[in-house]
């Protein structure tokens, strides 16, 4: 049984992550999601993070909203990258920790409108 508390959706969305690592904001660099929802997201990255790495979110979806919010590391996986077999993907599980209740209907609403585009 799946015990998610959001609705979430297979989506490819565009994000650009900063770290915060010693209390200083390394360089952003652009990822893209395998997933969202309303409580965090699923994001393929090239470079490596560790589990309860803290991170600044900047996340545009398809329909031209953006969004800004922090997020936890929590859960990393070494994968494969399917372009380059010299060269390693890792595969992340993001919690929103700061994210404003705007926000979360946002990302909600663009969860419903998708599902019922993919309904009708």
């Known amino acids: 049984m799946d015990k998610r508390r959001y609705s979430r959706l297979?989506?490819?969305?565009e994000i650009v992550i900063k770290k915060i690592s010693a209390g200083e904001i390394n360089d952003p660099w652009a990822v893209v999601s395998k997933d969202i929802s309303a409580g965090g997201v699923g994001i393929?990255?090239?470079?490596?993070?560790?589990?309860?790495?803290?991170?600044?979110l900047d996340i545009k979806l398809p329909d031209g909203r953006q969004l800004h919010t922090?997020?936890?590391?929590?859960?990393?996986?070494?994968?494969?990258n399917l372009y380059s077999p010299t060269q390693?993907?890792?595969?992340?599980?993001?919690?929103?920790i700061?994210?404003?209740?705007e926000n979360k209907k946002v990302i909600?609403?663009?969860?419903?409108?998708?599902?019922?585009?993919?309904?009708?």
Request: proline content about 0%.
């Open 10 to 13: 297979v989506a490819r969305v």
């Open 44 to 56: 393929v990255s090239e470079r490596e993070l560790k589990v309860s790495d803290v991170l600044f």
């Open 70 to 80: 922090a997020g936890e590391v929590k859960w990393i996986m070494q994968r494969e």
């Open 88 to 96: 390693r993907d890792f595969s992340a599980g993001i919690e929103f």
């Open 98 to 101: 700061k994210i404003t209740d």
């Open 108 to 120: 909600d609403d663009f969860i419903s409108q998708a599902k019922f585009s993919d309904e009708n």
